[in-house]
């Protein structure tokens, strides 16, 4: 049982370029997260997907998508990287009903750079 | 904006002493959960604490919830040096998908 696991955990990008971040999860959760955490921010959700199919933006979504391929997996995409997206990126998964809010299980995070 | 405020931002203490930190938000919650995490990880849920309910312990942990003052609080009791990390806390809402707003996090430190 693997729980959260993202790739890859370190990455160097040219602004403009563009790259994908892996999350899947092996509990069976219905809800997956995209957070960003920057030094003195705490972390910010990028954007989350509810249930299988269905995804909504956060408090930071601009300059990224994301796409729900499956209960387990839960992709973040920058189309053209910026500088100001340097930052940690965590995937997290829950369970949830719809109603109540349950506890986060983290990944271990990426860690990107944009020069 | 981030919901939850997090006081002190940094804390530094003997191991064996207690160390609190506090929380503070803005709106009606659902329930609130604190986090640790240590350098270079990922979070690791501690506690949650639902909006009915005034305190809960796990352990050393201690948490308070004051939904008149919209604040909460986690004592680490007996403090070690491994308890070392940062802590955040996280609000959750009704109906919202299960969304977390954190807070900007306490730094502790816990010197042997």
């Known amino acids: 049982n693997a729980g959260v696991t993202q790739t890859p955990k370190f990455q160097v990008l040219k602004t403009g370029q563009s790259m994908t971040l892996q999350c899947a999860q092996d509990?069976?959760?219905?809800?997956m997260y995209w957070y960003r955490q920057d030094p003195g921010m705490g972390l910010r959700l990028i954007y989350y997907s509810a249930s299988e199919g269905t995804t909504d933006k956060g408090e930071v979504p601009n300059g990224y998508n994301v796409s729900r391929l499956n209960k387990r997996e839960f992709s973040l995409r920058l189309e053209s990287a910026a500088p100001s997206q340097t930052s940690v990126y965590f995937c997290?998964?829950?369970?949830?009903?719809?109603?109540?809010?349950?506890?986060?299980?983290f990944g271990p995070g990426t860690r990107l750079t944009v020069t | 904006s981030q919901q939850g405020e997090e006081d002190p931002q940094a804390l530094s203490i003997q191991e064996g002493e207690n160390a609190t930190m506090n929380c503070s938000y803005k709106t009606s919650i659902n329930n609130l959960q604190w986090y640790r995490q240590n350098s270079g990880r990922g979070l690791v849920h501690l506690i949650l604490i639902r909006s009915n309910e005034r305190e809960k312990h796990s352990g050393r942990l201690r948490v308070t919830l004051d939904t008149s003052k919209k604040s909460s609080s986690l004592l680490i009791t007996a403090s070690r040096a491994a308890d070392t990390a940062s802590y955040f806390c996280?609000?959750?809402?009704?109906?919202?998908?299960?969304?977390?707003?954190f807070g900007q996090g306490t730094e502790l430190s816990v010197k042997p």
């Open positions: 509990m069976n959760h219905n809800s």
């Open positions: 997290a998964s829950s369970e949830q009903d719809g109603r109540s809010s349950y506890e986060q299980y």
């Open positions: 996280a609000t959750a809402y009704y109906n919202q998908g299960g969304k977390l707003i």
